[in-house]
């Protein structure tokens, strides 16, 4: 069964602090994986998109990893903002089933000033 | 870069009624949009595919009678939630898939969620 699991669940830090989030998918055969952030009460906004022949990618502060092979990613955020405070999530696609998605449940991320 | 708008972004409505949500890709063609629900901190649940001119195809376990799906051009989805009642009450979010583009692969673009509350 396909599968995305991230971790931690939830996450506090300073404003100013760096932070990573892991995420780890079982989703066989392997299309992409995506890194979304969703505000409450807002819809998922795409922040990285990654094939299995990228190992790392960068969107600003955010710079995302893979490893295709122990098939495990990170996104990590540099000097971070109020603004961060949201829902990571991350999202793996199939070759298999075109244009369905296997969602983690996400991290929510609150940055203190 | 290709966005999707949803209306309403929220609607409060009495049990029984029905509420349809709007899902639109604004500057671009999406011969398939999907449908998801949200409920609170917990992830996006897919309930149906939509296809252009064809029927949509549900998840298991969400009744096609309730949450009706019309994708009647390359540029609207709509959902229709039928006699709703409270555990009806949720976020629902769209997403569109465009035709394909080079090296954007099947990225999904998402609306911004309609609030469905049912008194």
């Known amino acids: 069964k396909n599968q995305v699991e991230q971790s931690p669940q939830s996450l506090i830090i300073l404003e100013g602090k760096n932070c990573t989030l892991q995420?780890?998918?079982?989703?066989?055969?392997?299309?992409?994986l995506r890194w979304y952030k969703q505000d409450t009460g807002r819809g998922p906004v795409s922040l990285t998109i990654?094939?299995?022949?990228?190992n790392t990618k960068s969107n600003g502060r955010y710079t995302a990893t893979l490893d295709a092979d122990t098939k495990q990613s990170s996104l990590h955020i540099t000097a971070s903002q109020l603004s961060d405070s949201a829902s990571y999530i991350c999202?793996?696609?199939?070759?298999?089933?075109?244009?369905?998605?296997?969602f983690g449940q996400g991290t929510i991320l609150t940055v203190h000033p | 870069g290709a966005v999707v708008s949803q209306h309403p972004s929220r609607v409060i409505c009495k049990s029984g009624t029905s509420v349809k949500i709007e899902c639109r890709s604004l500057d671009f063609q999406a011969t398939t949009m999907f449908w998801y629900r949200q409920f609170p901190k917990q992830s996006l649940m897919l309930m149906a595919t939509?296809?252009?001119?064809?029927?949509?195809?549900?998840e298991q376990g969400v009744e096609k009678d309730k949450f009706l799906i019309n994708h009647a051009s390359l540029t609207l989805s709509t959902l229709t939630v039928t006699s709703a009642h409270p555990e009806d009450s949720s976020f629902y979010i769209c997403s569109a898939l465009p035709f394909r583009l080079a090296g954007e692969g099947d990225t999904q673009y998402f609306g911004p969620g309609t609030r469905l509350t049912v008194l």
């Open positions: 990654m094939t299995f022949s990228e």
């Open positions: 999202v793996v696609s199939s070759f298999r089933s075109y244009g369905k998605l296997t």
């Open positions: 995420c780890n998918y079982t989703v066989s055969p392997f299309s992409n």
């Open positions: 939509s296809n252009e001119g064809s029927k949509a195809t549900y």
